[in-house]
């Protein structure tokens, strides 16, 4: 077997450049590491770049990225490179290592005897756990790799060649390729079923790697509105604060504030929330939950606070240097999910153009309400298309409870979801129905428009998305409360559970199948549906989620590989010159040429609906596409004349 195990170095990766340009390339077939400069070698580099993606196996840590290097240098090798992962033979390490964790039931976090709180002098405790090469190494092979200062100055040799570098610089580079390869070489011992998903995962990392470096363009002006609507919903809500005592200097008053906590808590004889160490608990969360209108003016004032240093201050840095918002997404979560964060932490006093623009794009703030209760724009208003693009969501319809159902189904549990949804039927209308005693047509026939009926759905869906999840009544009020806004005393909550039970019979055989998994110490390794990724550690509630959330994250990143694919390497598809911009777990959010917006848009569509029939073949999920000229959540497909055309907020 041929195995290319290789690295770059490059100029330092900047805001606007997330892929920045190659200075060297180093190898490894196993028989010692080999250099060449990218810039200064063209010939020589090209023909090692291209025998690489020609092998068996290509290897590293963080592939995607090295890979989208190697595209920026040579754009024409580009069709190589994504055959390379058609064929799945890139083989990252870092998602090795992650694989190897999460059967274990370690991943990230792992128990470590020798730790030593410096706080507190205990032994013993759970560690942050790291997935560099340097960490590899390190736990593989006890090697501590050294942090040379070449490691971040490469820019500075472009127009030296390799034969002349200090011995340092090329120690650096050589080592990589090297410890790349044993890398590979001791995890490819690991037993299959640890490794059976490992190309899965690379590949989705390949898409979002693209999609980071494309990143999300930004609306000064919006921008600008925002940020005049907060300051003057925080100003007004301060200044009812200021007079109760618990702002002063447009800040919060925390000994005030506990001291009101604790008040209202004694009134209501309730527990006051408290931290770990012991002081009040003064969250947005625990505020608002109070119902005390003092204490849920703080919990704004904290919301809009919140919002005013965080994601405003990104939006404005991002809006004066004219870049788009490049956040970074993490591949791989316990659940199979992806994760977003702003990448680079943020330094206090320093501008984020320091360490770029990234916002948490998968659970963005909802907009401020007016005073007629009703959302006014908010953040995701602030992001727009390029010029000559529109915008397009596409999102999986109740995602979640197809691959439940097919997780019943391939379970042996059969499932009566499965035969409403395939039957069209609003199966939250359903089981409200049975909530409220009243037949499905009428729920179904006044749910837009009779409150009645609205509430009925609204608290069927607390059950439909909730209880499949293991969630007892306790678990159940809290998530229908922090979910959806529902209050459940704890009768409703027990009717909701009784009456989705009897809904849904497959429920039973289901939980029965997952008490077997995690047994009587209460934790057990699960294999995921259709993926067989493991994951070990798991309690029952984890086994429970675990099987559906993992099968519908494993659905969703194929299926932005596969509309990616379109997007990059197939001039004939409708979809060559789109970009994907956002990925919200179910969702995709492309920039699509306007001219051929419409046929780019259903060509997304089609495509996603193959793949989630490929993954959910019993309870294929359905999607429909729709066009807007910035980010609208609540964006419908509108079409004139048969073609899809930007929907306009009213």
């Given at each position: 077997?041929?195995v290319?195990?290789?690295?770059y170095e490059?100029?330092l990766v900047?805001p606007?450049a997330?892929?920045?340009?190659a200075v060297?390339l180093?190898?490894d077939?196993?028989q010692g590491?080999s250099?060449?400069h ?11 770049i291209?025998e ?15 890979l989208a290097?190697t ?10 490179v994504?055959?390379a992962?058609?064929?799945?033979r890139?083989w990252?390490?870092?998602?090795t ?8 039931g370690?991943?990230h ?6 730790f ?6 205990k032994i013993?405790?759970f ?13 593989r092979?006890?090697?501590v790799?050294?942090k040379?200062?070449?490691?971040l100055?490469y ?12 011995d ?6 050589l ?8 890398c ?8 299959l079923l640890?490794l ?12 979002l790697a ?8 930004v609306d000064?002006?919006q921008?600008?509105?925002?940020a005049q609507h ?8 301060a200044?009812?604060l200021?007079?109760a005592?618990?702002v002063?200097n447009?800040?919060r008053?925390l000994?005030?504030?506990a001291?009101r906590?604790?008040?209202?808590c004694?009134?209501?004889g309730v527990?006051?929330p408290?931290t770990?160490?012991?002081?009040v608990?003064?969250?947005k969360?625990?505020t608002?939950?109070?119902g ?7 919990a704004r ?9 965080g994601s ?8 004066r ?5 490049q ?5 791989l979560?316990d659940?199979?999910?992806t994760?977003?964060s ?6 206090k006093?320093v501008?984020?153009?320091?360490t770029?623009?990234?916002l ?6 909802r907009g401020l309400?007016d005073?007629d209760g009703e959302e ?5 208003e602030?992001f727009i298309?390029r ?7 596409i999102?999986?319809?109740q995602l979640?409870l197809?691959?439940?159902a097919q ?5 042996n549990?059969g ?12 199966v ?10 009243r ?6 026939a006044a749910?837009?428009k009779e409150?009645w009926?609205?509430?009925?759905r609204?608290?069927a869906k607390?059950?439909n ?12 009020r ?6 959806y ?7 409703a909550a ?6 989705w039970?009897e ?9 029965h199948?997952i ?5 009587n110490?209460?934790e ?5 549906l259709?993926s067989?990724?493991?994951r070990?550690?798991?309690s029952?509630?984890?086994a429970?989620?675990g099987?559906?959330q ?6 969703a ?18 979809l060559f010159g789109s970009?994907?911009v956002n990925?919200?777990?179910d969702?995709?959010?492309l ?6 917006a419409?046929e780019a848009a259903?060509?997304?569509?089609r495509?996603?609906?193959?793949v989630?029939a490929?993954w959910c ?5 359905g999607c429909?596409p ?6 609208y959540k609540d ?9 899809l055309?930007?929907w306009?907020?009213?």
């Open positions: 077997m041929k290319f195990a290789f690295d490059t100029f900047a606007g997330k892929v920045p340009r060297s180093a190898w077939y196993g590491p250099l060449v990218s810039i200064l070698e063209p010939r020589r580099y090209r023909d090692a291209e690489g993606l020609s092998a068996d196996i290509l290897t590293g840590v963080n592939v995607p990225f090295d290097v595209v920026r240098a040579c754009p024409d090798l580009l069709l190589k994504w055959q992962f058609d064929e799945h890139v990252d390490s870092g998602h290592e992650k694989l190897c964790d999460l059967a274990e370690d991943l976090w792992q128990f470590d005897k020798d030593v709180n410096k706080k507190t002098g013993g405790g560690v942050k756990v790291g997935y560099s090469l340097a960490d590899i190494v390190k736990r092979f006890g090697v790799l050294e040379d200062l070449w490691r100055r820019g500075t040799l472009a127009d030296v060649p390799c034969n002349r570098w200090p340092g610089a090329r120690k650096y580079a080592d990589d390729a090297f410890w790349h390869y044993q590979w070489d001791v995890q490819a011992q690991e037993p640890k059976v998903n490992l190309t899965w995962q690379t590949r989705a990392a390949w898409w693209l999609m980071e470096a494309r990143g999300f363009q000064a002006k921008i600008d509105t925002l907060i300051i003057a919903e925080r100003d007004i809500v200044a009812r200021a007079d005592g618990l002063k447009g800040k008053v000994a005030a504030a001291d906590m604790i008040l209202v004694a009134s209501r527990e006051v408290r770990p160490k012991g002081k608990k003064l969250t969360e625990t608002s939950d109070t005390d209108p003092l204490l849920e003016q703080y004032f904290t919301s809009l606070t919140n919002m005013f240093n405003l201050v990104t939006l404005q840095a991002a809006s240097a004219g870049m788009p918002i956040s970074r997404f993490e591949v979560q659940t199979g999910r994760s977003c702003t990448g680079a932490k943020r330094k006093g501008d984020p153009f320091e770029g623009y990234g948490q794009l998968q659970n963005v703030r309400l005073e006014m724009p908010g953040v995701r602030c298309p010029p000559g693009y529109v915008l397009c969501s999102d999986y319809g979640e197809c691959t439940w997780a019943c189904i391939d379970l549990c499932s009566a979801l499965a035969d409403a949804l395939n039957g069209g039927q609003d939250h209308c359903l089981l409200g129905g049975m909530l409220i005693g037949a499905y047509e009428e729920v179904l749910k837009k409150k009926a609205k509430d009925a609204q608290m607390c059950g998305f909730g209880l499949p999840g293991g969630l007892g009544a306790d678990g159940l809290a998530f229908a409360k922090s979910s806004g529902v209050i459940l005393d704890k009768e027990v009717l909701l559970k009784t009456s039970h809904m849904w019979p497959e429920a039973e055989k289901y939980f199948h008490h077997r998994v995690v047994g110490c209460g057990g390794q699960i294999r995921q259709r067989f990724r493991l070990g550690g798991c029952f509630t984890e429970a989620n099987f559906f993992a099968l519908a994250a494993d659905l990143k194929d299926a932005g590989y596969e509309v990616s694919r379109a997007c990059y390497a197939e001039p004939r598809s409708p970009y994907i990925f919200v777990h969702e995709l959010l920039e699509l040429p306007e001219a051929r419409s259903f060509e997304a569509a495509i996603m609906r193959d989630g490929r073949p019993d309870v294929p999920p429909e729709a066009l807007m000229r910035r980010w964006a419908e497909m509108k079409k004139v004349d048969g073609r055309v930007p306009e907020r009213t």
